[in-house]
């Protein structure tokens, strides 16, 4: 049943879309299309849905797929995955049911949370979900979500699977992405954005970043960079980066990206219970890092030229010294 492409797949700079809400915490289908559209326009691969970052714990099954529909109608020809996380295989199974008449370019799924299935376990759990699948599988390894961490044997013999066609590495272990990435059998994408640039020139093929939400621009620029062997460029970018992926993640995701989207006007900041809003110190934080950020790498002319690179280009730690952000764990 696979849908598995061979001219490219999964690479470059996804963004793990937020879900907005209005006020009344009912899915904001506008400020949805907005961001797709604003997204879209900044030059991003790809998009994902119903995500940790997009809150898909608090959605139903109807919501998830309003959401979905959305985006889909609003992406055109941008690739689109959608989201599959839980616990139980047979609505796991059911929802790809629905999944399979939507066009989409792959399903993102961790293992089942919670219920530790062992090594065994979540290799027979991802098989069953990739051989019902229309679309292919991007395994999401997230130990830390999940309460399970797949080894690296366990995903070299799941990349045999004609329909598993990739990981989202948050492992945590550079060694197993290393074997990942010789391997070769999965197309490997970092998960951890302070992770990107070392995946991409070890040779990954590209990120699944939610700090792309802001000015991802630049993190398209910086996968550029490293596929030309820039990597003076490429580094330059992500030191300007650094500081801004680290307060993003300083509370809990996504609070401080839907308090910054909505400085913008993109959205309303507004989450699900029990997910908490950003506090206004750390508001303020994210706001000056990206607004030296801006400084430094003007939008004008990130956006300039057609394949060209944003400049000027500061120095390492030029952005970091006007911002000391604290840093939590995702």
């Known amino acids: 049943m696979s849908i598995r492409s061979t001219s490219g797949g999964f690479q470059g700079v996804w963004v793990p879309l937020v879900t907005p ?41 109807a919501e998830q797929l309003a959401v979905l529909d959305t985006v889909l109608d609003e992406a055109g020809a941008l690739p689109v995955v959608m989201g599959l996380a839980g616990n139980h295989q047979g609505h796991a199974l059911h ?5 399979a008449t939507r066009p989409l370019a792959g399903i993102l799924a961790p293992a089942p949370y919670y219920v530790r299935p062992g090594q065994h376990g979540a290799r027979d759990y991802f098989r069953t979900l990739a051989d019902a699948s229309r679309a292919p599988l991007v395994i999401y390894d997230i130990p830390y979500r999940t309460g399970t961490s797949l080894h690296a044997d366990t995903l070299l013999e799941l990349a045999s699977h004609g329909n598993i066609a990739a990981v989202k590495d948050c492992g945590g272990s550079l060694d197993k992405t290393v074997a990942l990435i010789a391997h070769g059998g999965l197309q490997v994408m970092a998960g951890e954005d302070l992770q990107a640039l070392t995946t991409l020139c070890l040779g990954g093929s590209g990120m699944i970043a939610a700090a792309a939400h802001i000015r991802p621009d630049l993190f398209v620029a910086l996968h550029r960079a490293v596929q030309a062997q820039q990597l003076d460029t490429a580094r330059r970018l992500f030191h300007a980066l650094a500081p801004v992926i680290r307060l993003v993640f300083a509370e809990p995701n996504p609070g401080p990206l839907k308090a910054w989207l909505a400085q913008q006007d993109l959205l309303h900041d ?15 934080q994210l706001g000056a890092a990206v607004a030296a950020l801006d400084r430094d790498f003007p939008r004008a002319a990130a956006h300039a030229a057609a394949g060209g690179l944003p400049s000027p280009m500061p120095m390492p730690g030029a952005a970091a010294a006007r911002v000391q952000p604290a840093v939590a764990a995702h």
């Open 21 to 61: 809400f209005a006020r009344d915490a009912a899915i904001d289908g506008q400020a949805l299309r907005r961001l797709v559209r604003h997204y879209a326009a900044a030059g991003v691969h790809g998009l994902v849905v119903c995500g940790s970052t997009g809150e898909a714990a608090a959605l139903d099954d």
């Open 95 to 99: 929802r790809l049911a629905a999944f």
């Open 270 to 284: 507004c989450l699900r219970a029990p997910m908490p809003g950003a506090s206004a110190a750390l508001a303020a």
